[in-house]
């Protein structure tokens, strides 16, 4: 079983359309993440839900919106997508403590056209 | 504010010759260190971890670190390079001033190119 699933793997869509990735976690973890890596491959963290609470809120366009339905599933929807909105995405979950180690996803690729 | 700093973006070994990964990283406070490995069109995985106690932590597929606190570094190593081992690596640290959010930042990456 996997461990972080993220779907769809790949996304190609139109400009201005809105679009949905979702995100599930079967290690009981309570915190879960959204990193966008960028096509230079920097990773930068973008939200962060602990026990369905939003406790990271990184400066994102508000197009973009979480939902945590509960601590096992994080799900991201993207509004009015843009050509920069192009990216990896990565879904990661752990454990709330000090000893951050994440679990990632395997990401999904967003193609804006 | 917290950042983390990988020397080289791209690292070219021969296969069975030494793996030496940069990382620093600017922190006031000690931070929690990380590797991690990202394979293509794959998720990061983690290597190995410092978060307390001893500096030399040894990690999965032969990958060690050491904690330099005077040196504000956690250099990645391996004596002996695999084939298998060509894949991107990147550094991590908690940001302290996120308090217990756990938020990890990090730096960008190096591609570790292994020769037969």
């Known amino acids: 079983d996997t461990a972080v699933s993220q779907t769809p793997k790949y996304l190609v869509t139109q400009m201005g359309n809105d679009k949905s990735i979702k995100c599930e976690q079967n290690l009981g973890h309570d915190t879960m993440y959204w990193y966008k890596q960028d096509s230079k491959k920097f990773l930068k963290i973008m939200f962060s839900y602990n026990n369905k609470e939003l406790i990271i809120n990184e400066t994102v366009p508000n197009r973009f919106s979480p939902k945590s339905p509960d601590k096992a599933h994080l799900n991201l929807h993207i509004n009015s997508l843009e050509l920069g909105d192009s990216a990896v995405y990565f879904c990661a979950s752990s454990h709330w403590d000090r000893d951050y180690g994440y679990t990632f996803g395997s990401g999904t690729r967003l193609t804006v056209v | ?116």
């Open chain 2, 1 to 116: 504010a917290q950042s983390v700093t990988q020397l080289g973006s791209h690292v070219s070994v021969s296969e069975g010759a030494l793996v030496l990964l940069r990382c620093n990283y600017s922190s006031s406070v000690p931070p929690y260190l990380f590797w991690y490995v990202q394979y293509p069109n794959q998720g990061l995985q983690l290597l190995l971890k410092y978060t307390t106690g001893a500096t030399l932590v040894k990690g999965i597929n032969g990958f060690e670190a050491e904690f330099k606190k005077s040196e504000t570094s956690f250099h990645l190593t391996k004596p002996s390079a695999h084939m298998s081992d060509a894949a991107e690596y990147f550094c991590a640290v908690s940001d302290p001033g996120s308090g217990n959010t756990g938020k990890l930042i990090f730096g960008q990456g190096t591609t570790l190119q292994v020769k037969p």
